[in-house]
Every structure is written in C-alpha cells, then in structure tokens.
C-alpha cells in the first residue's frame, strides 16, 4: 500500500510542476530524429493548399511553429478568404539578421500524399513544402546544438506564390530588415545564381457575330486571334537572348474563343507566360504589339485601328534576377523558372540573395511530383551551411 501511495505521490507531483513550470522550447525535436522531419513533411503535404485555398495549411504550420517555442504573427493577404502569411521567430527579438523564407500554396489539381520506400510523392512534396520542412528542420538543430543563437533567424512562409505573388508582395509591410534571405525552391540541392524574368500577357481579340454561311457579314474573333498568336510565335526568335539565361520563350497556356462551329465568334482569348532572359519587359511589350499590331492589319475597316479588335493586358513583369551563390563548396546554375524573390523588395543595402532547395523543378506542378528522402535531409545540411558561412561561423 505504501509503494502504491508512493508512486501515486510522485506521480502527481510530475504532473504539479509540468503544469506550474514554463515549458521548455521544443526546438530540439525536429532536429533530433529524422522521423521528425519526415512526420512534419508529411504532415502538411497531407493538406491541400492550391493558391486560394491556404488557410488549412496555414493554421496547421503556425499552430506547429508556436508549439516548437516560436513566436508566431499572421499577416492576412485576405482576411474574408482565410489567406494569411506566417512570420516566425525562436528567440526574444523579432528583427534578425537571416529570413528564411518559402511558400506554402501549390498548384492545382490535388494529388495525395504517398511514401513507396525512400520516394516520397504528392502535390506540394517538392514546390514548396520541402523547402518549408528542410528550413525549419536545419533552424531548430542549430539552435539546439549552439551553433547559432535563436536571435539570428527567422522564418516567412507566404501564400500566393503560384499565381501572381500577392503573399510575397504583401510581406512588404512588415517592415523586415535582415541582411540576408534565403529563399526555398526546388534547385537540385544547388545554389541558383540567376533566374528569367517573368512578363504574363493577355490577348483578347474582339470579332462580330454572324451565320456561318455568311461569314463576311462579321469578323471571326478566332481568326483575328490565330493571326495575332502566328506574329507572336514567329516573334519569339527574335526576342532577346543572353549567355547566361539562354533564349527569351513564350508559351501559350490557355485558348477559348466562339460558342458553336457555326457561329462566327465574336470574342476569343489566349493567356501566355512569357519568360524573359535579358531585356526589360518594357523592351518585350513593344515588341509584341508592334509584332500583333501588324499581323491583324487586314482585318481592320476604314477607320478602324488595331486595338480596336485586339487587346493586350500585360501584367508589369520583370526582367531577370541575379542572385548572390558565394557560398564555398556548393555548385550553381541558372533557372527558366520565376520566384518570389522580385516581390520582396530591398530593405538593407547589400542586402545578400540565396536561393535553395530539395528536389527538382522538372518534377513539380507534375502528376509524378516527388522527392527522395535523401533529398530532403541533404537540403537540412545545405541551409546549415548557407547560415553558418552568412554568420562567419562556418
């Protein structure tokens, strides 16, 4: 009876001082076992977060931050839609020297989390959320085994990414100042030392109804818009090229246009991306309309100028980005692919530029999107490396 009493006593008096005693900061447990990062992975891979649809994402990511001993704010990008960016950080100053940063929105469609041995798959697995678990996993294990004090980093992950970088841009206005970012995408396991630019452009030709059997009673709006995407195709050879980034490209996402075979439309349209690999946008704007202006010419009546059948809505577009790859021991190469990093606007003079990440671009926004597991605890050792070398500690 006394041992049982006994044991009891103690027992609840573990439970007293769990209860009275300030928790400990739980930064050492997803440092500590490679199960950790791998459950966390797959933790938020599991939920689906295409663009505009983040918020279950991103209540489980902040909820996780705060009960690993993180200081959490929510920075709404749409309040009414549940959209908000996370901004953390594990020490007692909110302004640090190094921001690492990544998104947490995907592109759709949805495909569900998978582990077939070493190969981990779904959407998400690659672009972003690696780069989210490799950047908090390499943080919390410097910070546990001293490498670097809880002062000197912290963490933004946004929203929006995919589709426009509203998330990013929105991050603007709370007025961080670090010396240096580390931006997570899929690179390889490789610092990018340079990324196109990015110019996206809407093509809306407008025609005239009319019977089929009589088509020179209206202007067919897909005729009108073939000319044009014909005169933009041809363009593409001509538009600047540079040894670094290779050739300006131009691929044509999305066409619609008409209501019936026979109808003549009256209203067609084409969405692009336009990656840019020297120049400005404001050089390739020109040079497009000047290009579609031409092309349509014969379909313009007396008195009728270009822009009245044909629109063009370009979005403002950038041209391409340098980043800083000066860290010792680590390979580098460009990509075709746009980031977050323009969005971001230069706070600190000499503000330095990474980016980095585990897995491969030519798998994400793939029905195949996956990684191995190798890939993920590399890219820890890699952010360690590129934080340790920014803070001289390497």
Not at 30 to 41: E, G, N, P, R, Y
Not at 148 to 155: E, G, P, Q, Y
Not at 263 to 271: E, G, L, M, P, Y
Request: charged share 25%; with cysteine.
């Amino acid at each position: 009876m006394w041992t049982i009493s006994l044991l009891g006593l103690l027992a609840c008096s573990r439970t007293v001082l769990s209860t009275l005693l300030p928790q400990e900061p739980l930064l050492e447990s997803l440092s500590s076992s490679k199960h950790d990062i791998f459950a966390f992975h797959k933790n938020l891979t599991e939920i689906e977060s295409i663009t505009y649809n983040e918020q279950k994402a991103g209540e489980w990511l902040a909820s996780s931050l705060k009960d690993h001993g993180y200081t959490v704010e929510k920075q709404w990008v749409d309040k009414k839609e549940g959209r908000f960016n996370i901004y953390a950080y594990p020490g007692d100053i909110r302004e640090t020297e190094i921001l690492l940063s990544s998104h947490y929105d995907t592109v759709p469609p949805f495909y569900p989390y998978r582990r077939s041995n070493s190969t981990i798959q779904g959407r998400g697995s690659v672009d972003d959320k690696a780069s989210i678990a490799a950047q908090f996993a390499a943080v919390n294990s410097l910070i546990a085994h001293k490498q670097i004090s809880a002062d000197d980093v912290a963490l933004l992950f946004v929203v929006g990414e995919e589709v426009g970088g509203d998330g990013m841009r929105k991050a603007n206005d709370l007025d961080l100042k670090p010396k240096t970012i580390i931006f997570g995408e899929p690179t390889e396991g490789k610092l990018v030392s340079g990324h196109k630019g990015n110019l996206g452009l809407k093509i809306q030709a407008k025609g005239k109804a009319a019977h089929s059997g009589y088509p020179w009673l209206g202007r067919s709006a897909n005729e009108v818009l073939t000319r044009a995407l014909a005169a933009l195709m041809e363009l593409g050879e001509n538009l600047p090229k540079s040894e670094k980034y290779g050739v300006t490209t131009i691929n044509l996402g999305r066409m619609e246009g008409g209501v019936a075979a026979n109808v003549i439309a009256s209203s067609a349209s084409a969405d692009i991306a336009i990656r840019i690999a020297a120049g400005t946008p404001e050089q390739i704007k020109s040079n497009i309309t000047q290009a579609v202006y031409l092309a349509v010419d014969t379909f313009l009546d007396d008195g009728t100028k270009p822009e009245d059948i044909i629109e063009l809505n370009f979005t403002k577009g950038y041209g391409p980005i340098d980043i800083d790859h000066d860290i010792p021991g680590m390979k580098s190469f460009t990509v075709n692919y746009g980031t977050d990093i323009p969005n971001l606007d230069k706070t600190v003079e000499g503000q330095k530029r990474y980016l980095y990440g585990p897995g491969s671009i030519l798998v994400a926004h793939s029905d195949h999107e996956a990684l191995e597991e190798d890939e993920l605890n590399d890219a820890v050792k890699g952010y360690k490396k590129i934080i340790l070398h920014v803070l001289g500690k390497d």
